[in-house]
């Protein structure tokens, strides 16, 4: 079944921001593809899904990701609004972490946002309309202890986002982002650095032990999205009114 909506893609659905994002736009009737590692926890979402494809799918791999959205555009049409949402953050100091996690969150965040805009974009520019939203970071404008792997990463996103929203602005497609700073988030269930770790909770504290809300950073998202395609938002910075840094 379709509508006269145009296809939204969301990256890493399952949890958090996506998942808020997910339940936002199906409310609003928006055809879905949503992406994600655990399509089971996509699937428990309270969401109608008559007009939602669900696929597991890598960003890191962008034939698979390549192959999950033409799927999706064969039935809903091309897609109009991309969030590349899909992230990691691991923490860690630089002379103690595995450079594996290093090499995980730059494949992740940086190549991740890269590859879904590399298959989106030549059809939005065709068109002269469409919207990619990168999900950024507070760690990708100034810097955190703990942070350095995914604060390099990050400062990739702001820079890569920009970068393309000047080439392509000559052709009507709006390329913006959210960066959102601490959040309750599944983020950092991935963490391998006990010390690291501890050092974010009782940074937490001084918050009052609760950080931003990721409904709020989705309702940023579709504020964005909801603009007339000639007003560009270019950059929402998002987080809780306690968080000092």
Known sequence: MTNN???VVITGASSGFGAEMAKLFNADGFPMLLLGRRVEKIEALLLNFDNVMIEKADVTDKDEFEAAIRKAEKVYGKTDLLINNAGLML?????????????????????????????????????EHGTIINMSSLAGKKTFVNHAAYVASKFGVHGLSETIRQEVSDKNVRVAMVAPGAAETELLT???????????????????????????????????????????IREIDIAATRQDA
């Open 91 to 127: 923490l860690g100091n630089v002379w103690k972490q595995d450079p594996k996690e290093w090499q995980t969150m730059l494949d992740t965040n940086v190549m991740g946002v890269l590859n879904g805009t590399q298959i989106v974009l030549n059809d939005m520019m065709e068109r």
């Open 190 to 232: 991935h963490v391998t650095d006990d010390s690291a770790l501890s050092d974010y909770e009782s940074w937490k504290q001084t918050m009052g032990g609760i950080t931003l809300d990721p409904k709020h950073v989705a309702q940023s998202v579709k504020f964005i999205y909801d603009m007339p395609q000639e007003v560009n």
């Open 5 to 7: 909506k145009p296809l």
